[in-house]
């Protein structure tokens, strides 16, 4: 669960991020304020891909415990994963991904 509000979060990051560049940039006052919104919205995607990291390290080593109950003969088919991710988690990244550039497009768009 916390793995899912940490993508929601940076989808809503993204989007606070755009629409507060958008209004301090318009505001001779408030564009000094860059700077440390941009700071900000850096660490927050640090610690956010930091604490994504956790959970997925956590999983590795419960899937890397031994199972309680012995398998049966058949074979247990693992999940493909590309760059480590399992298909809904790389679904969620291009979202996340995708979301970010039109958000910042539509920004970049909206203040000329």
């Not at 031994?66 to 991710?85: D, I, K, M, N, Y």
């Amino acid at each position: 669960m916390f793995e899912y509000f940490l993508y929601v979060a940076i989808i809503a990051e993204t989007a606070l991020a755009a629409f507060v560049y958008k209004t301090t940039f318009r505001d001779p006052d408030l564009a000094r304020f860059n700077v440390y919104f941009g700071v900000f919205y850096a660490a927050f995607l640090a610690w956010s891909i930091w604490e994504l990291n956790k959970v997925d390290k956590r999983r590795k080593l419960l899937e890397a415990q031994p199972a309680p109950e012995p398998v049966t003969e058949t074979a247990v088919e693992r999940p493909r994963s590309l760059l480590g991710l399992t298909a809904a988690q790389l679904a969620i990244v291009a979202v996340v991904f995708v979301t970010a550039v039109a958000t910042f497009s539509w920004a970049l768009r909206a203040l000329r």
